[in-house]
Each structure stands twice: as C-alpha cells, then as structure tokens.
C-alpha cells in the first residue's frame, strides 16, 4: 500500500469553524455563524496568551541602545520577555553579556537611573505598549538581544490558516467547538469542555523544551 508522502494537513479558517459547529451538532448556515466563529476562534488565541508559554510564538529580536538610553518601546504584540543579553562589538568581535530582569518594586528603588554603564538589568513594564527600563542607562552603543513572547496572529480572512503549530490544531478545533457551544449549542458544553481541556493538556504538555538539566544540591557546612 502506498503512502500519500505528505506532512503538510492544516486546516483554513472556514474549514476550522466547519469542524467545529459539526461538534455542535450543528452546520453553520449564515454569515452571523461564521463572524460568531470567527470573533470566539480570536477570543481563544488571546485566552491561550494566559495559558503559559506557546513555544511557536517565542521568537529572537534586537534593538540598538545608544549613548544615554535607559527606556526603549518594544511591539505592541509582544506578550513577554523571557530572558535577554546586551551585546557590545569591539574591533569586529562580539561579546555577549546576560542581563537580569528585575521586578518594578527594584527598578523604583534603584536611586540613580540616569547613570551611565553598560545595562546589566532591565524592567519590563506589561502595559498597551510595552517598555523596558534599563539600568545603568547605556553609556555607549550596545544590542540589546532578546527572547519575546509574541502574540498569536488574528484569525483574519477565511482562507487563511491559522497562526498555530500543527501540534495544536486538535485542541484548536476543540476549543472553538467548545467556544461555540456556549451560544449555540449549551447542551454540550459540558462534554465539549471537557474534550477541549484534555487536548489543550496534551498539547502543552508536548510543547515544552527537552533540553537535559541538572540540578545539583546546595550544601553548606
């Protein structure tokens, strides 16, 4: 028997909203149906940014801090800073240097945030626009190198797909069809939240980083 040679299913937007309202019970028969599907399936991308980390939303960007500089804007879509370095380049070469985030209790205590070093630890201010503040402000031309947690991206035209790794897409079509239930079909939310909780813990649980650690004691004498 031949195989299709194929890895690349994915499910466009309308087809993802079929699937759903089928769980229902039901097939969607007007425009309200799919505009309702669309507005819960945006719902639920935002609800997942509560959820922990989406590792296919983690992603590396760069900005040049110069002489002075101790607060930068970062994208409105970003969720989080997971960690960051400050990279500074002498004679072509770069050097990497890890820089601690500090809670905004710390960042208010510190006295003097005008003065001037290389930034060995940043604030990030979870606002409409996010900020980070750096401290000492940068007394030269650094990189500020950091991991981000960006948003997931909207749902958009019906033809598209959706802005999930492959791995997610069960518990994807499950949590629409469970979304959806609450207005249209009530008598089977129940077992449809059930089903979209086990899916999303599955899937969490897969998305994760497998890279070995090693714990070692503290002990003092």
Not at 94 to 108: A, F, G, H, T
Not at 133 to 147: K, L, N, R, S
């Amino acid at each position: 028997m031949a195989t299709s040679g194929t890895t690349d299913f994915n499910l466009s937007i309308d087809d993802l909203i079929e699937e759903a309202f089928e769980r229902c019970g039901m097939r969607p028969t007007s425009g309200y149906h799919l505009t309702s599907a669309r507005r819960s399936l945006n719902l639920l991308f935002l609800d997942w940014a509560n959820r922990g980390l989406n590792l296919w939303t983690i992603e590396q960007a760069t900005y040049t801090l110069t002489q002075g500089v101790n607060e930068i804007s970062l994208p409105t879509d970003t969720v989080n800073v997971l960690e960051a370095i400050i990279r500074q380049n002498s004679q072509g070469i770069n050097s990497d240097v890890y820089i601690q985030r500090i809670s905004r209790e710390d960042y208010l205590n510190v006295p003097d945030k005008t003065s001037e070093a290389r930034p060995a630890q940043f604030y990030v201010q979870r606002t409409n626009t996010p900020k980070v503040f750096f401290y000492p402000a940068a007394d030269q031309t650094y990189t500020f190198i950091y991991y981000r947690i960006r948003r997931i991206q909207d749902a958009g035209v019906y033809t598209n797909t959706s802005d999930v790794n492959f791995r997610f897409l069960p518990c994807l079509t499950s949590g629409l069809a469970y979304q959806l239930s609450l207005k249209f079909s009530p008598d089977r939310t129940p077992a449809l939240k059930a089903i979209y909780e086990e899916d999303f813990l599955r899937a969490a649980m897969e998305d994760r980083d497998t890279a070995s650690v090693q714990f070692v004691p503290d002990v003092g004498f």
